[in-house]
């Protein structure tokens, strides 16, 4: 009787990790991220300096990084964390953009808005966890960013 209960047990809970196993795999199970710590050592973006300090301190809050005058041909990262781009970046036109994909869970970086790809998409990349690539903006303008596999990830770069 024992033994029937225990394997009945058993069976049950191994069920129950395959199915754990299947939805994570398929992304229908996120696991908690650790909250990060702002850190000034964290981000390879310049931090805006002179006017542009004074500007940005005046506009309030503002979700998007300005461009450095020097930043043309210069990289900027863009670190993914807790299925978010984090904030709007303004970049010099040429600056190649990094993506690193900081979550457990793949990514993708695609032009496009709401986790779908713009027909005229320039570029498309697919981000395993941990990994990065990146993208060279060579004209000006508005570039809207999403994950095709998670529609809620957004952002905007502005190209100047």
Not at 53 to 68: H, K, L, N
Request: proline share 7%; net charge negative.
């Amino acid at each position: 009787m024992f033994l029937r209960i225990f394997l009945f047990g058993s069976a049950v809970v191994g069920l129950l990790v395959v199915a754990l196993v299947w939805a994570v795999i398929n992304g229908q199970y996120e696991a908690a991220q650790p909250t990060p710590v702002p850190s000034s050592s964290a981000s390879a973006i310049p931090a805006p300096s002179g006017s542009q300090a004074a500007e940005s301190a005046s506009a309030g809050a503002s979700p998007s990084v300005e461009a450095s005058p020097a930043a043309s041909g210069a990289t900027a990262m863009v670190m993914i964390a807790n299925i978010s781009f984090g904030p709007d970046l303004s970049v010099a036109a040429g600056t190649t953009v990094a993506f690193e994909n900081k979550d457990a869970v793949p990514h993708t970086a695609t032009q496009g808005s709401n986790g779908v790809k713009a027909p005229d998409a320039l570029f498309d990349l697919q981000l395993a966890a941990g990994a990065s690539e990146s993208y060279t903006f060579a004209d000006a303008g508005d570039y809207k960013v999403t994950c095709t596999l998670h529609p809620q990830m957004n952002m905007t770069i502005t190209v100047q």
